[in-house]
């Protein structure tokens, strides 16, 4: 069921059980579910954020709910992983959404520049 509603709620509800039920942390089967958390909550956030230019960073951790904290690590995450473009402007709690076309060109700008003060 979990696999099919891609909920985290879910998720955490299943991981506080499995915790509860076993006395014996398996270092592997742990790092396998950090992974799996941290897959679905990438997939989940980028799933609710596609629709919008500019979202408030509190909606996107209600409507995941999540705390705020959590939500604006991992959205800081997946813009440096360069997994989603955009930026979060942490004084308005926004995350400006760019278009998956767009790209950086601060690099290919400074570089004009410099070769022809080489030359």
Known sequence: MLGRKRDISIFNKTIDDYKRSTKR?????????????????????????EPYSRVQIA?????????????????????LDKKFSGILDQGSGVLIVYDGSESDQTYTMLLIPLTIWEK
Do not use: F, G, M
């Not at 579910?33 to 799933?47: A, G, I, T, W």
């Not at 409507?63 to 800081?76: A, F, G, Q, W």
């Open 25 to 49: 942390k398996d270092p592997v089967v742990q790092n396998h579910l950090k992974s799996l958390y941290d897959n679905l909550l990438e997939k989940n956030l980028v799933r609710i954020i």
């Open 59 to 79: 909606h996107v951790a209600e409507t995941i709910n999540l705390p705020y904290d959590i939500v604006e690590k991992k959205l800081s995450q997946i813009i």
